[in-house]
C-alpha cells in the first residue's frame, strides 16, 4: 500500500503512531444466548499458521460447554493477543489478529490490544494516522454518556444516577447500587465504583476466611459454567414465584413394559431404555395435552411454545449440564434412549455445542435412579416456566379389597415446580395429572 505524502509527514512528525496494514480483529464471540463472556482453553493454530474458512482457530470455554471457533476469512494468524489458559473474556474483545498476506504477520509481532478493545464488525486499513488534534477531541468525548430518564432510578425520594455499564455490571454482581456513593459528575455512579466495590469487596472475604483460627481450607477456583450457574439460579429463586406440586405414581406397568422393550432392543442393537427415558416421553405427551405448561413468562405476555424440547439435567465433574432432546412427543422411545445416551457423554467429555443445549421448553431432573433421592425440588430454569424432579421408585405395601388382604406396589415421586406467574395451581395440578396417567398406562406412549 503506498502512503499518501501528506500520511507520510505526520509518521515524520508524530513517529509513535503506527501504520498497520490491512488486517481483522478478532473478537470473543457469543457462542450462546447467556454468554458475556469466555475462556480461551487452547489455542488450536499458532501464530504464523495460514487458516481457512471452516478451520478450527481455538477453544473456548463458555458458560455452556466447551466450544470449537472456526475461522470466518482466509488469511495468516498473525497475533494472539489472548493465549492459552486466559479467562474471563467479554464477548466482542479481541482475541486475535489475522491478515490477509504472510508478509504482514511481522508487523504485528509486538501489537497489544487496550483491555476495553472490541473487534469490530469489519477492519479497515489505516491508510492515514489520525492526527493529535483529533485525539484530543476523542478524550474528550470518553467519559460516559450524561444521564438520561431512563438511566435514572429514584429512593427515598433522591435520585441516583448511574450509567448504563455501571447498571448492568451491578445487576450481573447483585450490587445494590443504593449502597454506593458515586465518584462522577453530581455523585453518579461509574463502572469504576462497581468494580471498586468489588475488589473491596473480594478482600474483605479472603481476610475473613484467613481470619479464621484453626481452619484447614482450600480455594478451589470456579469454572465459567459454575459462575454462570449459580448467578442463574440465584436470579430464578430471588425473581421468580416458585411453588410446587408433588405426586406418587405407581410404576408397576412402566417397570414391565421397559422389561418387555429392551430384549427388542438389544437385539436390534439399541440402546437399552431407562426408566428416565420413559419419564421424557411421558412429560413430552403430557405438555402436549397441556399446552400452557410448554411457555415462558415475557413480562407483556407469555410465549406458548408449539415444540416440545426437553432438557435433561446431567452432573458431571465440570458442572451442571441441561442438553436438550428436540420433540421429544414425536419421538419413539428408542430414539429418546440413544439421543440422551449420546448427549450424556458429550457432556461428560465437555464437547457439548450450542445446538445441543439450545432452546428448551422444559427440564428433567432425576436424582432418584442414580442416587436414590426420595423427594426434592429443583429450581426452575429460566426462560422455561417449570422443572420435574423425579424420585426414586420404592415398594409399598397396598391394602386389598377385603379386610387382612394387601398387595406389594412401586411408587415413583414426581414433584413440579412452577412459576407462579405462568402457571396457575390447577393448570399445574392438571399437568401432573396427564404425566401420571402415562406412567400408570405407559402403553399410551406408545399409541
Known amino acids: 500500500t503506498t502512503l499518501s505524502c501528506q500520511a507520510i509527514c505526520v509518521l515524520k ?82 482475541i486475535a489478529i489475522t491478515v490477509e498476506e504472510e508478509g504482514d504477520i511481522e508487523k504485528f509481532k509486538d501489537y497489544k490490544a487496550s483491555s476495553s478493545a472490541a473487534a469490530p464488525a469489519e477492519s479497515k486499513p489505516q491508510s492515514e494516522p489520525v492526527e493529535p488534534k483529533e485525539e484530543k477531541k476523542e478524550v474528550s468525548k470518553a467519559p460516559e454518556p450524561t444521564a438520561t430518564k431512563t438511566e435514572e432510578s429514584s429512593q427515598s425520594g433522591d435520585r441516583l444516577f448511574s450509567s448504563p455499564v455501571a447498571r448492568k455490571l451491578a445487576e450481573d454482581n447483585n450490587v445494590p447500587l443504593s449502597s454506593l456513593k458515586g465518584t462522577g459528575p453530581d455523585g453518579r455512579i461509574l463502572k469504576a465504583d462497581i468494580e471498586d466495590y468489588l475488589s473491596s469487596a473480594a478482600k474483605g472475604s479472603k481476610k475473613e476466611a484467613a481470619a479464621a483460627p484453626g481452619l484447614g481450607y482450600v480455594d478451589l477456583p470456579n469454572t465459567q459454567i459454575r459462575k454462570v450457574t449459580a448467578n442463574r439460579l440465584l436470579q430464578s429463586k430471588q425473581t421468580i414465584p416458585h ?172 414433584t413440579l415446580s412452577c412459576d407462579h406467574r405462568v402457571i396457575d395451581g390447577a393448570m399445574g395440578a392438571e399437568w401432573l395429572k396427564a404425566f401420571k396417567g402415562y406412567l400408570e398406562d405407559p402403553t399410551t406412549m406408545l399409541l
Open 243 to 414: 411453588y410446587y406440586l408433588t405426586v406418587d405414581s405407581r410404576v408397576d406397568k412402566l417397570i414391565k413394559l421397559r422389561s418387555e422393550l429392551n430384549p427388542m432392543q438389544d437385539a436390534s442393537g439399541g440402546k437399552k431404555i431407562s426408566i428416565n427415558d420413559l419419564v421424557i416421553k411421558a412429560a413430552a405427551l403430557a405438555l402436549r395435552k397441556v399446552p400452557a405448561c410448554n411457555s415462558s413468562w415475557m413480562n407483556d405476555f407469555i410465549r406458548q411454545y408449539h415444540n416440545v424440547n426437553i432438557n435433561v439435567a446431567v452432573q458431571t465433574e465440570h458442572g451442571l449440564f441441561v442438553p436438550v432432546v428436540r420433540d421429544a412427543d414425536k419421538k419413539g422411545l428408542a430414539t429418546i434412549a440413544d439421543e440422551v445416551k449420546q448427549l450424556a457423554s458429550r457432556a461428560k467429555d465437555n464437547s457439548l455445542k450450542p445446538e445441543d443445549y439450545e432452546g428448551g421448553t422444559f427440564t428433567v431432573s432425576n436424582l432418584g435412579g442414580p442416587f436414590g433421592i426420595k423427594q426434592f425440588c429443583a429450581i426452575v430454569n429460566p426462560p422455561q416456566s417449570a422443572i420435574l424432579a423425579i424420585g426414586s421408585a420404592e415398594k409399598r405395601v397396598i391394602p386389598g379389597a377385603a379386610e387382612g388382604q394387601y398387595e406389594i406396589g412401586s411408587f415413583m415421586s414426581a
Open 13 to 94: 512528525l508524530f513517529p509513535d503512531l503506527n501504520y498497520l496494514p490491512p488486517h481483522e480483529a478478532v473478537g470473543m464471540p457469543s457462542l450462546s444466548p447467556t454468554m458475556t463472556e469466555g475462556n480461551i482453553a487452547r489455542w488450536v493454530k499458532k501464530e504464523g499458521d495460514k487458516v481457512s474458512p471452516g478451520e478450527v482457530l481455538c477453544e473456548v470455554e463458555t458458560d455452556k460447554a466447551t466450544v470449537e471457533m472456526e475461522c470466518m476469512e482466509e488469511g495468516y494468524l498473525a497475533k494472539i493477543v489472548c493465549g492459552d489458559g486466559t479467562k474471563e473474556i467479554k464477548v466482542g474483545e479481541i
